[in-house]
């Protein structure tokens, strides 16, 4: 685990409990995945990229926290899952009005009952509440969702969305930025990570561009919707690697983030 190296990139007292069993299965499925990602000679690539993609987020939060000025005063965490942000990191107090995570209802209802019975329900340090919604619903919306909770849609929220949009399809990944769009008031800020179908892959399966997005979609689309000042990073990158990204290596665009924030009288644009 990351929290026991001695160079640890971030401490997650609550890792361990909830890896068990099913996280060395799941590690050893990304291992099997090695080539699929072009990283042939580094079976060990996705411990490093899951601490380097938390560290990087984490960094994102600590930064807006420490800015000094009225910045988000809440956060809305996409497709959240067993993240344990809200209860590991001081950072969070800087949201006054709380943390909002969202996913389906049944990652949510396994949530609440591992917090509860195996982490002994931690204390947050903010407001923490819960979201089932189903992004890929038709029928659903975040907004909707959203004004169900103490959400306030006049105030600029920072919005994570970690590990979900390449789970969403060629229509459902422009489904969610529209949707993240109807709820961001001028000064949101958005952590995006995506992944970017490269030239070999797109060569070997012409259909893996459809569910990735691109840097260049995700400029039209983000930058359509009134998002200002993107900000793309790749996993090997001088901001993404924190020195754990093998020297020579070319950067990975399969593994990506893109930062950025509202323009003013832009929110609700779809």
């Not at 009225?70 to 943390?99: H, I, K």
Request: charged share 20%; proline share 5%; glycine share 10%.
């Amino acid at each position: 685990l990351e929290s026991k190296r001695p160079d640890a990139l971030f401490n997650d007292p609550f890792a361990e409990a909830l890896a068990g069993s099913k996280g060395q299965t799941l590690s050893a499925n990304f291992e099997n995945m090695s080539k699929l990602f072009e990283f042939d000679d580094w079976v060990h690539f996705h411990k490093t990229w899951v601490a380097v993609r938390t560290r990087f987020i984490d960094d994102r939060i600590a930064e807006h926290a420490a800015g000094g000025g009225p910045g988000c005063p809440q956060l809305v965490n996409l497709g959240a899952g067993m993240d344990t942000r809200p209860y590991r990191l001081e950072s969070y107090s800087a949201f006054s009005n709380g943390a909002i995570d969202v996913d389906m209802a049944v990652v949510n209802e396994g949530r609440n009952k591992i917090f509860s019975s195996v982490l002994g329900g931690p204390t947050p340090h903010c407001p923490v509440e819960t979201v089932d919604l189903d992004v890929l619903d038709k029928d659903s919306s975040l907004k909707v969702a959203l004004g169900q909770t103490r959400f306030d849609a006049s105030a600029p929220t920072f919005f994570i969305c970690e590990g979900l949009i390449m789970y969403l399809g060629s229509v459902g990944k422009f489904k969610l930025l529209a949707d993240l769009t109807a709820v961001a008031a001028p000064g949101s800020i958005l952590v995006l990570q995506f992944m970017e179908a490269s030239e070999k892959a797109t060569a070997a399966n012409p259909g893996a561009s459809e569910d990735a997005l691109s840097v260049e979609e995700a400029t039209r689309e983000l930058t359509m919707h009134g998002w200002e000042d993107l900000k793309f990073s790749m996993f090997g990158d001088d901001s993404l690697s924190f020195g754990r990204y093998p020297q020579g290596r070319e950067p990975s665009c399969a593994f990506s983030f893109v930062v950025c924030q509202m323009g003013a009288g832009s929110a609700g644009t779809t």
